[in-house]
């Protein structure tokens, strides 16, 4: 009984012909995912709407700060991808000094959205967010220390790649 009202209101979908063999539920209209759960005297707009239900309160940000950070993200995965062919090509002293900075910057970045992402408390994401920032200085003092005192990063992978 409740099927078939299912299947009249477009909610349930028949895969094989018969009266009873309902197989599947399908959800065949998009507004369904949109609809207010409670009727409201203020109508809204299908974009208002869902921008109310997918973006928490706490996200949106007053400034352009978080869209730059996306773009410099992006920008920094760019230049990583070039930097890579660069190394193999032209390895030196350049090219070692940029791909320490942009690799921990890389690694910093992205530690950073794990540490947003899964540690909860407010203690707990201080300490995480202090031992990011000193794992970072470290991996990047360590890198250069690396370029300086070594063979350096470029000269380091070809012989990697020698053996």
């Known amino acids: 009984m409740m099927a078939a009202s299912w299947a ?13 063999r309902v197989v599947g ?4 209209s998009k507004i ?9 005297p203020i109508t809204f707009d299908r974009l208002t709407l869902t921008r109310q ?8 940000a007053p400034s352009k700060a ?11 995965s760019v230049i990583l991808l070039g930097l890579f062919p660069a ?5 030196g002293p350049v090219v070692d000094f940029s791909l320490a900075l942009i690799l921990t910057l890389h690694g910093h970045w992205g530690l950073y959205q794990i540490i947003t992402d899964y540690v909860h408390g407010e203690a707990s994401v201080i300490v995480a ?17 690396f370029n300086c005192m070594n063979v350096g990063i470029c000269k380091a992978v070809a012989m990697l790649w020698s053996l």
């Open 8 to 20: 009249r209101a477009g909610l349930l979908l028949r895969l094989r012909p018969g009266p009873a």
């Open 25 to 28: 539920r399908v959800l065949l």
């Open 32 to 40: 369904l995912l949109t609809r207010p759960i409670v009727a409201s």
């Open 53 to 60: 239900i997918h973006t928490p309160a706490d996200t949106v």
């Open 66 to 76: 978080v869209s730059l950070h996306w773009t410099s993200e992006r920008v920094v």
């Open 87 to 91: 190394a193999y090509v032209y390895p």
């Open 129 to 145: 967010k202090g031992f990011l920032h000193v794992l970072s200085a470290m991996t990047f003092t360590g890198l250069c220390y």
